[in-house]
Nanobody, 123 residues
Framework: QVQLVESGGGLVQTGGSLRLSCAAS????????MGWFRQAPGKEREFIAR????????YYADSVKGRFTISRDNAKNTVYLLMSSLKPEDTAVYYC????????????????WGQGTQITVSS
């Protein structure tokens, strides 16, 4: 089993920055991809970004490309999402997830999910 715990959410003003963390524990994730998703009220869950634990390769949704950066610290078993130039439309619950297939994450599917952390961007 894998446990994913997000942290770092909160309230931020438009244009501000915030960094989310996702701490992973349990089985090894060296063969997994880690992803970040978000879900705004009344909307479907949206894929944001993913990173390979082994190679560090990244992929971003167009909606966040250039503003958000996903990274990982293998020694700490932690994945980060640095969010910059935040907009009110970035307000959502943000989730991290893990899956062995990159395409699964991009399709919104994952073997493991965190509990989510709320981000609110005030205008």
């Amino acid at each position: 089993q894998v446990q994913l715990v997000e942290s770092g959410g909160g309230l931020v003003q438009t244009g501000g920055s915030l960094r989310l963390s996702c701490a992973a524990s349990g089985r090894t994730l060296s063969n997994y991809y880690m992803g970040w998703f978000r879900q705004a009220p009344g909307k479907e869950r949206e894929f944001i970004a993913r990173i390979s634990w082994s190679t560090g390769s990244t992929y971003y949704a167009d909606s966040v490309k250039g503003r958000f950066t996903i990274s990982r610290d293998n020694a700490k078993n932690t994945v980060y999402l640095l969010m910059s130039s935040l907009k009110p439309e970035d307000t959502a619950v943000y989730y991290c997830a893990a899956d062995q297939l990159s395409l699964s994450l991009r399709a919104g599917r994952a073997d493991y999910w965190g509990q989510g952390t709320q981000i609110t961007v005030s205008s």
